[in-house]
């Protein structure tokens, strides 16, 4: 019934207009890629063996389409590999990694003390059977997954430096958000020393969506502030969500509407304001407040079909929200991904395919050209045949004439000499 359950919300996901739209481009290009192969197949032949003044084939046609042949099947590879991106940002121990995990509804990365995230972490989906790691130093050695203790201790273990990247491959099977195409990155934290810059060009240029895991229980910090800010600069409206995690911290808590209230308005300042990213009523879908460790509890017990065994006060209110997160953070992901990988494709597509047409077009009236010139060029010899055909009748028939008049006067000039004799 768990499966199900999973199976049957990752149909419903907005995540799924990128995964369709995905697999439309990709069947569109196929086909883009067999037109454009059978065209330049078929200079190729045209054009062989034939003698420059008989072509009808250019050597800058043949150029064009064999380019856009070449240029057709690196768009095809980059399309099969393409997947939307989302990047997580925050100060150490704000929940981050505890943050993905419940999207992910599975413990993958490490949580807690002693676990820190200490450089950047890509966790994205195979459709192998196997987990398993891959850093940047040796790419082409898979390191094997088998707990994720493990994991934690050669992160630690390793001593990476804070922009490093380590891939965590994860099967597909296991995890519905990997199976539709997203790619997770979980950061250091922002508080730590490092060259942000260095960060924002490594990991945020083709990210689609930035999530800012901040504390509720304070309000939002000058680093993370800061960080937000160079992004901005770099990218042009970027989408960022602001998560308030801990929320469960206010339990209970009598002013606990008052402090929220007061942190909404601070994070939409920020947003609306300071950054220019978004309107007001943007702002009102772009800022939560969550509980990541009871959003994971509720998770996991779903995936064994159990109801969450969470008794703090407000826990449904919170897991709502949670919820609301996750569709609008999957919507606008998705939404973004689409135009910004595939808009571009799909106009470069349309121009090869309408430049290759005309090439054909252009081929077809040339030869339809060269066979009318042919078909008078042959008029015109058989005419010119025909002509001497005639003369020579003329001329044998003349001859024939004079040779018998000849005749006739030799028979006639003989014939009197004998006479006279
Ligand atoms: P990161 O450094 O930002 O990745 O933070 P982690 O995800 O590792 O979380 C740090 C600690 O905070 C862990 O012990 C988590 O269990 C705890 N934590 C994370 N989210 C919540 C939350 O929503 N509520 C509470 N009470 N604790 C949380």
Redesign the pocket.
Known sequence: AAGFGAHASAANSPLQLFVRAKRKINEIYGEVGDYVSSAHRFLTVTSSGVTSDLAVVSPENKKLVSDHDRKVSSIREVLRRDHMKVV?F????????????ALLGDRI?????G???SCFLQIEGTDEKEAYVVTEVQPDQRQSLTSLSQLGNALCEEKLDASAKVRIIWPKDKCPMLAQEVVII?SP?IDVESDLDDWIDKFCLDSDVFVL?AN?ESTLMLTEKKFFHKVSERLSNPNIFIIH?????FAGEEMQHEVKAQHSQRAQAFLVQELNVCNRSEAEDRIYF???????QARLQEAKGQPPQISTEDFFTRYLEFQKFEKNFASCLSSTAVKTKFAQHTARGQSIVNSVSQILLDIHHRSQKRQQSQVALRKEIGDRLDSTEKQLEQMTHEMKEKIHQITEDVEYKVGKALSEE
């Open positions: 997580f925050g100060r150490t121990s704000n929940g981050k990694s505890t943050a993905i995990n990365l490490p949580m807690g003390i676990h820190t995230t979980d934290g895991v509720a995690n801990r929320s469960d911290a969550i509980s990541a460790k009871e959003a994971l």
